[in-house]
């Protein structure tokens, strides 16, 4: 990971415009920073996507028309809050199935692991640590069919084409018929939107500021954190929040791994993420581009959220 990190952040702070990737924002910390964006009022997100996993997993089920067994892998599995239901949903009925956690943490995955374990006694659990698509390989060769599971709103962090590339790569590793659980954030009341991404607690520009901090740790730079601020604006035309980070000042910041010596000039941006809200119309689209069928969009009571089933 280190080297792609090195690589990303020194493209991403000697770039004309400079970004850094939010994929980054998970080492151990980072993670632990969005269980506390996951637990603010503000973060409708998480509730929404809860209630539909809660009160609609037996749709779900339905919806699947799977023969018995089949496996359910669940891509950036974090601490497996929302899955949870339909997993014990799924238990509880004696369906016959394996769940294949992947994430990138190996302490989110080690958490999850043992609360299923002592919550859901006979679940089957074959947790992964690393990269999707590596892991993704092996459900190829599985006899049985998969389910998998993209929560939580991910693929709105991609700009289209990279969103298309990356949902045509699920494809890929897909076999006919196996489908995709995937998590979308509906286009709404912009304030709404505007509060959960640009809290009044600080949560989002700590969760930012945290990736300097692993520069820091990782890349032995000495960003003053302190000198840095954090700003979101979300485009209700366009769907997309985007999200930064400010320099407070003209400043010179070494990053002793790379070499190199990043100047910022006063309020220069630096962009870190981007989450995308859809139309139900754009997720048809979107589906479609990327070679799926989309089979049925399940919805929490307020309309504010989808996790919409896809088939190969």
């Given at each position: 990971m280190t080297d792609t990190f090195a690589k990303d952040?020194?493209?991403?702070?000697?770039?004309?415009?400079?970004?850094?990737?939010?994929?980054?924002?998970?080492?151990?910390?980072?993670?632990r920073i969005f269980q506390e964006i996951m637990n603010m009022p503000e973060y409708y997100l998480t509730d929404a996507e809860f209630e539909i996993l809660s009160m609609q997993s037996k749709q779900i089920i339905e919806a699947l028309k799977f023969s018995q067994p089949f496996n359910i892998i669940e891509l950036g599995a974090g601490d497996g809050f929302k899955t949870f239901k339909l997993l014990e949903n799924l238990v509880n009925n004696k369906i016959d199935f394996k769940y294949v956690p992947i994430d990138i943490s190996q302490e989110a995955m080690?958490?999850?692991?043992?609360?299923?374990?002592?919550?859901?006694?006979?679940?089957?659990?074959?947790?992964?640590?690393?990269?999707y698509f590596e892991i993704l390989k092996v459900n190829r060769e599985s006899v049985y069919p998969s389910l998998l599971l993209f929560l939580g709103s991910n693929i709105?962090?991609?700009?289209?084409?990279?969103?298309?590339?990356?949902?045509?790569?699920?494809?890929?590793?897909?076999?006919?018929?196996?489908?995709?659980?995937i998590g979308m954030d509906l286009k709404k009341n912009p304030v709404t939107i505007h509060n959960a991404y640009y809290d009044k607690h600080g949560i989002t520009k700590r969760f930012n500021l945290n990736l300097l901090l692993r520069i820091n740790r990782e890349l032995d730079a000495d960003f003053k954190v302190d000198d840095f601020d954090f700003y979101c604006h979300y485009n209700p035309d366009n769907g997309e929040v985007k999200s930064y980070i400010v320099s407070l000042r003209e400043q010179k910041v070494n990053i002793k791994k790379l070499n190199?010596?990043?100047?910022?000039?006063?309020?220069?941006?630096?962009?870190?993420?981007?989450?995308?809200?859809?139309?139900?119309?754009?997720?048809?689209?979107?589906?479609?581009?990327?070679?799926?069928?989309?089979?049925?969009n399940f919805l929490d009571c307020k309309h504010f959220f989808t996790d919409s089933l896809w088939e190969k």
């Open positions: 952040v020194l493209a991403g702070l000697t770039a004309e415009n400079k970004h850094l990737s939010s994929k980054y924002f998970y080492d151990d910390n980072g993670s080690d958490i999850l692991t043992k609360r299923l374990k002592e919550r859901l006694l006979d679940l089957n659990i074959k947790p992964q640590v690393g990269d709105g962090n991609y700009q289209k084409d990279k969103a298309i590339e990356l949902l045509k790569l699920f494809n890929d590793n897909m076999k006919d018929g196996d489908k995709l659980l190199v010596v990043v100047d910022f000039g006063y309020h220069e941006l630096i962009w870190t993420e981007l989450s995308k809200k859809y139309s139900l119309q754009d997720i048809k689209l979107l589906a479609e581009e990327a070679k799926f069928k989309l089979n049925h």
